[in-house]
């Protein structure tokens, strides 16, 4: 069976998400930041969320999870495992078959040792080993595990933040720019940990702006713009002078990477603050 005819595990479908906000003490208006967004991810995909900085990719992953503050106002539908994923069924999950590896460091409690935050969620009697195994695969030493996150360098924060959220039974995984801060070598270790997760048959979002480490491990990328989906495109399309690709949009952003063509006029217009 080919991806087309299975049900996806997860479906995003015209999702708009507003902000109801006060402004002069007492009038109200709302803003809507995510206007049509479109999405799915199949069991042992990666599909790669890239957008500029606003463009809506952190909120898109907190709708699948649940974690919209409370003014927030969200239209469409996102489907799971071709059930509607209603708000009691996010809770139920969050955490457990759906991970989120945010994109904030600042997720960490301040006040507990980071060894402690990695051990939240696991079995007791379980929870020092495999918290030390977690360690070891994310290359962060033992002796670390009683410090505090204020004592660790951005680097460091951003595996204990992959430690913690990654558990087993896990079936969708949410990373929300998980390697922005990160040293080469940790990052091809991040890549290559979502990679697996993927080849164990999960769906993986990778949210980033880093479209050539998106390209490493992505089957599809979702190209998103001020919260619309401009295109969905096989990874193997951004190749070339982009001739694979359905939209003007998305061919010009590839051909200003600096890897292409650096084209510098899409970069003048400010369309790519996604190319380093
Ligand atoms: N709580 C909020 N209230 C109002 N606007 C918000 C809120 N959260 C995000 N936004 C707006 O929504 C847009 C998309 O935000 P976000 O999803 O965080 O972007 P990205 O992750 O792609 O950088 C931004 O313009 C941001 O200002
Ligand atoms: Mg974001």
Not at 20 to 29: H, V
Not at 80 to 99: A, H, M, P, V, W
Not at 142 to 147: F, H, I, K, V
Not at 239 to 251: C, H, M, N, P, S
Request: net charge negative; proline share 4%; aromatic share 6%.
């Amino acid at each position: 069976m080919n991806r087309t005819e299975k049900t996806p595990l997860l479906e995003v479908k015209k999702l708009e998400i507003g902000f109801t906000q006060y402004f002069k003490g007492t009038q109200k208006r709302t803003i809507k930041p995510i206007a049509d967004l479109h999405v799915d991810i199949h069991e042992g995909e990666i599909v790669a969320v890239v957008g500029a900085s606003g463009s809506g990719k952190s909120l898109l992953a907190h709708a699948v999870l649940g974690i919209l503050p409370g003014n927030a106002i969200c239209k469409g539908q996102i489907m799971y495992c071709g059930e509607e994923l209603t708000d009691e069924r996010k809770i139920q999950l969050r955490g457990k078959e759906i991970s989120f590896i945010p994109q904030s460091v600042n997720y960490l409690d301040p006040l507990m040792p980071v060894g402690k935050q990695v051990q939240i969620g696991l079995e007791k009697s379980q929870a020092k080993k495999k918290q030390q195994e977690l360690f070891c695969q994310y290359d962060l030493q033992e002796n670390t595990s009683n410090l505090f996150p204020y004592e660790l360098s951005g680097g460091m924060l951003r595996r204990v933040l992959f430690a913690t959220s990654v558990r087993e039974g896990v079936r969708l995984v949410i990373a929300d720019e998980p390697t922005p801060g990160i040293h080469p070598q940790a990052l091809s270790e991040i890549l290559k940990q979502l990679k697996k997760f993927a080849d164990a048959g999960a769906g993986v979002m990778l949210i980033t702006h880093d479209i050539m480490s998106a390209l490493e491990i992505a089957d599809r990328m979702a190209v998103i713009k001020d919260g619309r989906t401009v295109e969905i495109s096989e990874a193997s399309a951004f190749e070339g002078k982009g001739e694979g690709l359905q939209t003007d949009y998305t061919r010009r952003l590839w051909r200003a990477l600096p890897q292409n063509d650096f084209d510098l006029e899409f970069r003048a217009e400010g369309g790519t603050e996604l190319c380093p």
